[in-house]
């Protein structure tokens, strides 16, 4: 039998991505995720989890993790992540559990099932399942996230999940050094679009935070929990930003549970440093009191379509003061 790889999601789209590999006598799932758009979630094609050898996971974001519980409603699969991805991902299918208005086939008791099935790893450890070789890498997305290589029948492939190769404030650029492959499955959200250099980036965010707040008005940085927050947050601290920080939302929970697991950052230091910083919201009457005087607020949800980040808009849009508030991609 030669090496096959299965798109079960995320080909041409974006979200609910799901690659399944086989190979002489073992199956791997790479990533289960969910695709939330206006209707009701979707999830890959079906495979069997009495099937599989494991289930490995790249990274935390409901897209790549929100189809894995439904594995683990009959069978128990080894469940392969690091254990910060598995703590993330944990957060945050319970609070897509609660928060979401449709029917859902798997509850918490289908999660806690899962996260019993975990095996942690780390980047550089080698796993022999089955006759394949497994080797966990960086990715450099989110906190946790790894890139999965493959190797099995006389083959090697890369699985990037969603990568990053260039060093944040945050975290490490991907590991760019492995042997020559055979296939890659790379992720493809950005990859006709140029970016800009990011110390100029950076510079431009701080400027504009600057005018914003110089003039009496409160810098709103809607951003997603898990990575961007904590980016924002040491970026402001880098530069040394002496303005009211406001954290809120679950950026806080996960803030929480990545200073658990220093080695995973790149500097924890300046994490540290940027977490203590901010004023991080117990409550509405932090929220009231955040919008009444200069400073600056960062806040999920990143693409405005719920979260926090709502109410500040709402409460900041009139004030003229707050007109150049901030959209999540400025870094």
Not at 16 to 31: K, M, N
Not at 82 to 92: C, F, S
Not at 203 to 222: D, W
């Amino acid at each position: 039998m030669s090496l096959k790889v299965k798109i079960l999601g995320g080909g041409l789209e974006i979200g609910r991505s799901g690659i399944l590999v086989e190979f002489e006598g073992g199956r791997l799932l790479l990533d289960y995720g969910v695709m939330l758009s206006d209707g009701e979630p979707e999830f890959p094609s079906h495979v069997s989890p009495r099937e599989l050898d494991a289930v490995i996971l790249s990274h935390a974001h409901l897209d790549h993790s929100g189809g894995i519980p439904l594995l683990y409603i009959t069978e128990q699969p080894k469940f392969i992540s690091t254990r910060l991805t598995a703590e993330i991902t944990e957060l945050l299918i319970q609070d897509f559990i609660h928060l979401t208005g449709y029917y859902l086939p798997y509850e918490s008791l289908e999660l806690n099932t899962m996260m019993r099935a975990l095996h942690p790893v780390f980047y550089g450890d080698e796993l022999k399942i089955g006759r394949a070789k497994v080797t966990i890498l960086n990715a450099g997305h989110i906190p946790g996230s790894m890139m999965t290589m493959i190797e099995a029948d006389g083959k090697r492939i890369l699985y990037t999940g969603d990568l990053n190769t260039i060093d944040t404030r945050l975290l490490r650029g991907a590991s760019t050094k492995f042997p020559k492959l055979d296939a890659l499955i790379i992720e493809g959200t950005y990859a006709t679009v140029d970016h800009p250099d990011r110390m100029e980036t950076e510079k431009n965010f701080i400027t504009t935070v600057k005018e914003v707040v110089e003039r009496g008005g409160i810098a709103l940085v809607p951003a997603f929990s898990v990575g961007r927050s904590q980016e924002i947050l040491c970026v402001l601290a880098a530069h040394k930003v002496k303005y009211p920080i406001t954290l809120d939302g679950m950026a806080r929970k996960a803030s929480k549970i990545m200073l658990k697991y220093p080695k995973y950052f790149r500097s924890y230091k300046l994490l540290s440093r940027a977490l203590e910083k901010a004023k991080w919201v117990s409550g509405w009457s932090d929220r009231k009191k955040a919008c009444k005087k200069p400073g600056i607020i960062v806040s999920p949800a990143g693409m405005l379509k719920g979260g926090t980040s709502v109410f500040y808009l709402k409460k900041l849009a009139r004030n003229k003061r707050n007109e150049e508030t901030l959209e999540r991609d400025k870094i």
